[in-house]
Structure formats: C-alpha cells, structure tokens
C-alpha cells in the first residue's frame, strides 16, 4: 500500500510539471545573476528572505485568496493585478499568463517582480510577508554560507 501511495505522489509531482523547490542558496545565486542585488534598492537578503516566507523557495507555489484571485510562484504574485489566470478579471501589468510563474524558469518571476516593485507606491512593501519577517530586519543570514 505504501508503494502504492508513492508512486501515486510521484506520478502527480511528474504530471504537474515543471517547477521546483529552490535551496536557500540555489535561489540567492539565480537572483543575483537576474540582478537583483540592489535592485529599487534592496538588498539581495530581501529577496531570499521574501521568497522563503512567501513560498520556501517553490516555484510551483499557488495560494488561493479569499477575493478570488491567487498568488503565484516563488514570489507569489497576485492574479489581480499582475498575471492573467485564465477568465479571471486582472490588470495583468506584467502581461503574463500567470501559469508562466510556476516552472523552473524564475525568470519570468523575476521580471514581473520588478514591475511589482516599480509600480507599488509601497515597494517590497506589496509582499505581506516581506512586511512581517524581512522589513527593518538584519536579512544577511539569507545569504549566509551561499558563496556570491
């Protein structure tokens, strides 16, 4: 019955496809060579740090919100306002399919995050959870040990 159930598990992970659960430091080196170190001025740490509360660290993340939108991939954006997710009324500033936020390819997190931060009146300040854990905090235990 337990191999059963695990192949079961497997089969589901396999058929959904394409996104995975970045290490810690794995997701630190990506962000810095997608140039976010610095980027509207936050440190690379912010980054990691939202990430890991947002979505510890998985691309394939998706929240369902109370308001009928979702929250998307290793950053969580927000069907609303940032990604197209099928029917569903959006803005869709990045002018994404919000299916596009859940593979490997960070990049398309990555560029719509920057769009995020650029166009939030609040900055990083739009992810509650970099809010709650990451604003004011010392964020540089994110990036420890991770050879940048």
Sequence with gaps: M???????VL?????TGQGMV???CGLAQQLQQMGMDGYA???LGNWVCMAAHESSYNTDAIDYDSDGSADFGIFQINSRYWCQNG???SANICG???SELLTNNI???VACAKIVVDNSANGMGA??????YCQGQDVSSYLDGCYL
Aim: hydrophobic content about 50%; overall charge neutral; some cysteine.
């Design 127 to 132: 992810w509650v959870a970099w809010r709650l």
């Design 107 to 109: 990049a398309p997190d």
């Design 87 to 89: 029917d569903e009324p």
């Design 11 to 15: 089969a589901s992970v396999l058929a």
């Design 41 to 43: 001025g936050y440190s």
């Design 22 to 24: 970045f290490s810690r």
């Design 96 to 98: 994404i399919p919000c």
């Design 2 to 8: 337990k191999a059963q159930w695990l192949l079961l």
